[in-house]
């Protein structure tokens, strides 16, 4: 069942559209991406979802409510972090998450919040003083703290080192767990490969592809390459005539072995027929990354709107 419905979106702030003439659906229960370099339309369009922009033309329902008409009523349903997400540095994290609670009808116990994602011992800090992953982790809290069935993360790992990001992953797989819908705003390729089951991609205000992970990526029509340092002298014909080779050379010591679809395990049984030994036999895949240049013409970098 769709808990969000776009239909038509467009959203001006001069010519051209900031977002122009987008739709899609998100389905209940599932981590939603929308990824896109900066300036794409993402926070836009999502602010437009949650209320806090009114779209110029088209159709929105969350959860079957107008953001517009119905914001109060939507605000109780709904959980967000915004892109760019302060709280004054001398509130302790308590008072942040009590403060919160007292705008919802119904909330969550803040005090359970504080245990389940990890911020117990911080209750009584300040907010400045909390390192970024803690900041983040009070972020999801504080979106959480309504009881939402839906809730929006936008850009919620930008500035957190390694360590931080994949952490703050695991949380966001948490939130579903629970049964909350998430919809992930995102311009890091690896974290919507790693946590969403279907994403937009949004380049230039528009949607160019709507499609899981591995669907956007399947999708690009380019050679994979697979290379190896043969352990033993062998022909070249042994691999040339395999299903999916498309070529075969040699750079060095090293052969390079173009393709396309599962050759690579072809290969490597022809090898093995062929009793040639081999070491490092990794295959270059394609990524996210190949699929917005094949979609694009371009790079993934800053959007010029």
Not at 8 to 29: A, D, T
Not at 121 to 147: H, M, N, W, Y
Not at 194 to 207: K, P, S, T
Not at 267 to 294: G, K, N, Y
């Amino acid at each position: 069942m769709a808990v969000i419905e776009v239909n038509g979106l467009i959203k001006r702030y001069g010519e051209p559209p900031v977002v122009n003439e987008v739709s899609f659906s998100v389905e209940q229960g599932e981590i939603f991406g929308i990824l896109g370099p900066n300036g794409a339309g993402k926070t836009t369009t999502v602010e437009c979802a949650e209320g806090l922009r009114r779209p110029d033309s088209g159709l929105i329902r969350v959860l079957g409510l107008d953001p517009v008409r119905d914001r109060r009523e939507l605000s109780h349903q709904v959980g967000v972090q915004l892109q760019e997400s302060l709280l004054p540095e001398n509130i302790k994290v308590w008072e942040g998450l009590d403060l919160y609670a007292s705008f919802y009808r119904a909330p969550k116990d803040w005090r359970a919040l504080l245990k389940e994602w990890g911020l117990a011992d911080k209750r009584d800090s300040r907010f400045g003083t909390l390192s970024g992953g803690q900041k983040q982790r009070l972020f999801i809290a504080l979106a959480l703290v309504g009881d939402p069935k839906v809730v929006f993360l936008d850009e919620l790992t930008t500035g957190l080192d390694p360590a931080a990001r994949r952490g703050t992953w695991e949380l966001i797989k948490r939130i579903r767990a629970t049964g909350v819908t998430v919809v992930l705003v995102s311009h890091y390729m690896d974290e919507v490969e790693e946590l969403c089951d279907r994403v937009a991609v949004f380049d230039r205000g528009r949607i160019v592809a709507l499609d899981t992970p591995a669907g956007l990526i399947s999708a690009v029509d380019a050679d994979q390459q697979l290379r190896f340092r043969p352990l033993a002298p062998f022909d070249d014909a042994v691999l040339t005539g395999v299903p999916g080779v498309v070529s075969v050379t040699r750079s060095g010591d090293r052969v390079i072995v173009a393709g396309r679809g599962d050759f690579a395990g072809a290969v490597t049984s022809a090898l093995a027929r062929d009793r040639v030994p081999v070491a490092e036999l990794p295959v270059e895949q394609h990524t996210l990354d190949d699929a917005f240049v094949a979609l694009t013409g371009r790079a993934f970098g800053t959007e010029e709107i």
